[in-house]
């Protein structure tokens, strides 16, 4: 099972012993994330992280992934400050900065632009997210969440319930996680979201034809008991006009007075990030802050560890990190990743 020299551009590539794989390699990357030690595997070696569209956790992550791992990063960020302003090609601009590289991660508007720049690159290429269709690594890093957090109850995936709330017809996060876990037994999908909104049906067709149940409905209230509520923020920039997305935003709020009187005591809330914390939208209540079942800051740190991963294993160094160790000299909390 190896991914050396391999572009990670969809989810459809895993199935479930490669995403084990993947998310063995990333718990053993936890004392290189929370500097309880330091490796030099990756010494020598530059990341290219190129995002055309707006990004903190992704970019920055990947980002901080590759500089745990030993190598240097070298950033375009906005696609006003890239060539593709001035009409260069994704194949020219990959075939240029692939050879400055030794792997490269992009973000990019347009569905399947991730793919075609990869046509153009002579290194592997990761996923950040393309236009409304995929969000590969942040699939991996949400299921690996849901794997940990439903772990620490003595549940598993096989037989979950998740409620998926929000934009799901805009949103590539639950489009990415809904097909990985469709690898998965038994498993109860909600969907929540406005009609306008709705999962596509392609989507919804491969989670039934893989024997799960789906359950879609436009009601938040009542439909909230699940083991995981996946919540999504309206992505406003899918939308033809902010006018039209205001029509949607704010419409299915979770605070701590819902989640008490919804959900079940140990609900896992999860959400990509960032959540629209503007007044008119809220989707995320920071009422929920102290609420020992929001896993938003784990999930956001779980993927520093799965982006460390699947550098270790598109650059085939996996099994070797150990032998580039050195001291961690500087004081550290300890508690990242
Ligand atoms: N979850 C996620 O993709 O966040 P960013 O847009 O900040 O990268």
Redesign the pocket.
Known sequence: MSFKGEHILSVSQFDRDTIQHVFQIARNMQPYASRQKRTKVLEGAILGNLFFE??????VSFGCAFNLLGGEVRETTGMESSALSKGESLFDTARVISSYSDVIAMRHPQAGSVAEFALGSRVPVLNG?DGANE?PT?ALLDLFTIERELASSGQSIDGMHIAMVGDLKFGR?VHSLSKLLKLYKNLRFTLISPKELAMPDDIVSAIENAGHQVNVTDVLEGNLNADIVYQTRIQEERFPSKTEANLYRGKFRLNQEIYTRYCKSNTVIMH???RDSRIEANELDNDLNLNPNLAIFRQADNGILVRMALFALTLGVEGIITNYECAVPWYSNKHSG
């Open positions: 707006p990004s903190t956790r992704t970019r997210g969000h942040q996060t990509p990030l960032p």
